[in-house]
Nanobody
Framework: QVQLVESGGGLVQAGGSLRLSCAASGSIFSPNVMGWYRQAPGNQREWIANTHSDGTTNYEDSVKGRFTISRDNAKNTVYLQMNSLKPEDTAVYLC?????????WGRGTQVTVSS
């Protein structure tokens, strides 16, 4: 079983930046995928980015050029650098880990962007 703990959320003004971290512990296997979803009140969970063990990254279109995902395999940690934040980025950001067909989730960290 894998446990994920997110950190780094908070309140920021539009145009500002935040860096989220997600530390994984437990039974970590490779190759794996780690990434982020977000969920705003009343909305469905939305995938925004992931990174594979080999460093490959993928982004949802609305965050391309503003968000950067990275990982430290030695620390089993994934990061999400968020720049040029907009009020519509306000959501709970959830980290996930996927190995084969098994997915583990963190509890999420709140990001609030004020206009």
């Amino acid at each position: 079983q894998v446990q994920l703990v997110e950190s780094g959320g908070g309140l920021v003004q539009a145009g500002g930046s935040l860096r989220l971290s997600c530390a994984a512990s437990g039974s970590i296997f490779s190759p794996n995928v780690m990434g982020w979803y977000r969920q705003a009140p009343g909305n469905q969970r939305e995938w925004i980015a992931n990174t594979h063990s080999d460093g490959t990254t993928n982004y949802e279109d609305s965050v391309k050029g503003r968000f950067t995902i990275s990982r430290d395999n030695a620390k089993n940690t994934v990061y999400l650098q968020m720049n040029s934040l907009k009020p519509e980025d306000t959501a709970v950001y959830l980290c996930y880990y996927r190995y084969r067909q098994v997915i583990s989730w963190g509890r999420g960290t709140q990001v609030t962007v004020s206009s």
